[in-house]
Nanobody
Framework: QVQLVESGGGVVQPGGSLRLSCAASGTIFSIHTMGWYRQAPGNKRELVAAITSGTNANYSDSVKGRFTISRDNAENTVFLQMNSLKPEDTAVYYC???????????????WGQGTQVTVSS
């Protein structure tokens, strides 16, 4: 089994910052890509940012220049530093990890439980 545990969500005023963390554990051989997605009420889940094990990162246009994704490969942990937050960033943020299981080398594509981010004055 693979588990993803997210932390760091909360309520912040517009212009503020939050840092999300997601730690992966379990029968993991290797994680290729870790990412953050978000889903606001009535909207589809969308990619916010993703990073490969080689630290190649990509961002949605709506967060470029404001959010930074980083990763600790040794700890199978991914971070999302969110600055200059806007009310439209309000959503449930989900961590995602894609990789291979230890032993079987079976591919996995796993989601965390989500953490709420609310940007409001």
């Amino acid at each position: 089994q693979v588990q993803l545990v997210e932390s760091g969500g909360g309520v912040v005023q517009p212009g503020g910052s939050l840092r999300l963390s997601c730690a992966a554990s379990g029968t993991i051989f290797s994680i290729h890509t870790m990412g953050w997605y978000r889903q606001a009420p009535g909207n589809k889940r969308e990619l916010v940012a993703a990073i490969t094990s080689g630290t190649n990162a990509n961002y949605s246009d709506s967060v470029k220049g404001r959010f930074t994704i980083s990763r600790d490969n040794a700890e199978n942990t991914v971070f999302l530093q969110m600055n200059s937050l806007k009310p439209e960033d309000t959503a449930v943020y989900y961590c995602n990890a894609k990789g291979w299981r230890r032993g079987t080398l079976q591919f996995f594509d796993h989601w965390g439980q989500g953490t709420q981010v609310t940007v409001s004055s």
